[in-house]
């Protein structure tokens, strides 16, 4: 009997409206893992209410800024669609594993528990949790990654890929820059990564050495001006709008900018960079600002997370032919 894989697309995700976003704040303020506070767990608990409240009004501002919808959803479960066909396209009629692909937020729906519990229904007791933030990060996926593993339910057998790092990733994200530069070509290029707190990098994060090298990686093959900065100010490094500023003042009046650390559109990214540097990098004076999108879509990225996918279930011993 061919052997049924649950893979769970495991993403923090975004508020789904305006209105959802003080309740997705409040869980994820009250999650350790993701938000530290220095009060223990049960103070972190309570202080999430009030906080949430604090902040909930200038995220649901954020959304309606880009048009009332972050764009997560639909795209992380586009992805999962595109890459369930192509891992049983890749397995049919080798009496491999046949795979069903969900996607799994941690603070929305549709959530990590929900695909367990489609996954249980359909008789699966071998789960694969894959990150969609392609570099390791302990702030972005370790409380995703520990609630697939709670979630998944009694007798389930769970693994986890926390990176994407296989050589096809670095061809799709550069195919995309490449694309960029093809209308700008005498652009420099900033990579606007995810941001985490400088006291993630001091603690060991390894985000900020794993961008650097992704960053080295992409580029090895484009001769253009590059630099990495972070998507606000707090980061390990520069932000965006300051490396940005800096470009201008070294004369430079094209850029591409490329987001770095996550798969997908999300509301940060579109946010700062569509809404937030636009209009700043115009006041500025640059003449062009080209955004690279997110490369959900991009056959190579389908490609490498099926290779990914296929080559870790194998490690794990779920295919029986492996060797």
């Known amino acids: 009997m061919t052997e049924r894989i649950g893979v769970v697309l495991l993403h923090r995700g975004d508020p789904g409206s305006p209105e959802e976003a003080q309740q ?120 995703s990654g520990q609630n697939l593993q709670r979630e998944a339910g009694e007798g389930v057998e769970v693994s986890l890929v926390d990176r994407v790092n296989h050589p096809l990733y670095f061809d799709a994200v550069r195919a995309a820059i490449a694309e960029a530069l093809g209308r700008v070509p005498e ?48 980061g390990p490094g520069l932000s965006t709008q300051e490396m940005v500023k800096k470009y201008r003042e070294g004369g430079t009046t094209q850029l591409v900018v490329c987001p770095l650390g996550t798969l997908v559109e999300e509301l940060d990214v579109v946010h700062a960079l569509d809404f937030k540097l636009r209009p700043f990098a115009k006041e500025l004076g640059f003449t062009q600002i080209e955004r690279v999108p997110a490369i959900s879509e991009s056959p190579l990225l389908i490609d490498a997370l099926a290779a990914i996918v296929v080559d870790h279930v194998a490690h794990v011993g779920a295919l029986g032919f492996v060797g």
């Not at 209410?49 to 902040?55: N, T």
């Not at 080798?94 to 229904?121: D, H, I, M, W």
């Not at 993630?200 to 992704?214: L, S």
């Open 24 to 143: 997705w704040l409040k869980t994820a303020y009250a999650d350790p893992l993701a938000y530290r506070l220095s009060f223990g767990s049960e103070a972190q608990k309570a202080l999430a209410v009030p906080l949430a409240w604090w902040d909930g009004k200038a995220l649901a501002q954020k959304l309606k800024d880009i048009g009332g919808r972050s764009p997560v959803v639909a795209k992380v479960t586009a992805l999962a669609t595109a890459l369930e066909l192509k891992l049983n396209a890749e397995t049919q009629g080798t009496g491999a594993a046949q795979f069903r692909v969900l996607p799994g937020f941690r603070y929305n729906a549709p959530s990590a528990a929900e695909a367990c519990r489609e996954f249980q229904k359909d008789g699966i007791r071998r789960v694969v949790g894959l990150s969609l933030y392609p570099q390791q990060c302990k702030r972005f996926f370790a409380s």
């Open 187 to 234: 652009a420099a290029v900033v990579f606007a990564a995810l941001l985490i707190d400088r006291s993630d990098a001091q603690e060991g994060d390894p985000y900020p050495d794993e961008a650097v090298k992704a960053v080295e990686q992409i580029m090895s093959k484009l001769e253009r001006p590059h630099r990495l900065s972070w998507l606000d100010l707090g």
